[in-house]
């Protein structure tokens, strides 16, 4: 029996052909095929500006040191979250402040994040965990009350919307990642995207050596090379063609997974509104994930466990105590998730999982 992934992208030919068109060109760094997709993803998420850089993480870099975060400022991170959005806050010598998160859609607890702020709080970070937001609405409020800043970690969440407006374009500026197990990929990558000309001139800066225009050598201030190539964006173009009926795909997953599961009392999904969240992953919550995980693995099913609660982690360990972050990385198991899975393998994978409960 084949192995099935808990994710693998899908590259077809389409994709060849765009990266081989740019190969063929003799052009490969960033050009007219990276403006391409920065339009492509400003128009989909219907936010003014849009750059591409490096990764997911780099671009929170970017977008904490466009909002000025540095050294002596606090930024307000989930405990549970993957560990480059702390990470990032770090890179910029401030300080990550973790606050616990709400069970019913793993992300920020608002009522937990206005007791962290303190004078030093520069920005929250919110994260949208496999698509499903906090609540934008009170977090907006927080932040304006106390003239915070909002950078959106929306790395997981494109194609994923709050009241219908697109997450990361929420806050002052938001961050995707189109790493390779993400909705789309371009191998590696991620997209900041703004509607404030200054922050997005800045970033444009930050992520080409500081220089004041990309034609020049001179430069005002520090910068990075965060750029793009155009072979990435050739093939990040493919993949954008087949992204609404990814994002389909993966609401009919998710419903199929849900239904077929209904009857094992021992798995619990997240509550999702699929009008607004596309979930990337196939999230279960249950008693032991890494015992399922170990069972699947037998049946040749690839699961992955959830992120360890920051807290735990050897980095940021802390007396502190976040429970809702620490229930979810140790009940959450990710399902696979590829797009390509038929019905009959996603059948088949909860076959299995019903099987173990039947055992256990
Ligand atoms: C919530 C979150 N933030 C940031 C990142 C980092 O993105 P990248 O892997 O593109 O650096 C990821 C990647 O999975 C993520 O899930």
Known sequence: MKFIAQMEPWIGKEEKEAVDSVLASGWITEASKTREFESRIASFVKSKYASVLSNGTVTLFAGLKVLGVGPGDEVIVPDFTMVASPNTVVMVGAKPVFVDIKKENLCLDLTEVEKKITKKTKAIMPVAINGRAPDMDSLMKLAKKYKLFVLEDAAQAFGSYYKGKHLGTIGDIGSFSFSTPKVITTGQGGALVTDNKEFSDKIIRIKDFGRID??????????????????????????????????????????????????????????TDLEQTSPWFIDIMVEDPIKLSKYLKTKNIGTRVFYPAIHTTKPYKGAEKFPNSLWASTHGLWLPSSTFLTESDIILICSAVKEFYEKN
């Open 214 to 271: 990309r034609n020049t050598q001179n430069h005002d201030e520090i910068g990075y090379n965060f750029k793009f190539t155009d072979i990435q964006a050739a093939l990040g173009l493919a993949q954008m063609g087949k992204l609404e009926w990814r994002l389909k795909r993966k609401k009919e997953m998710y419903k199929l997974y849900k239904d077929c599961l209904k009857e094992v009392s021992q798995v619990k999904f997240i509550k």
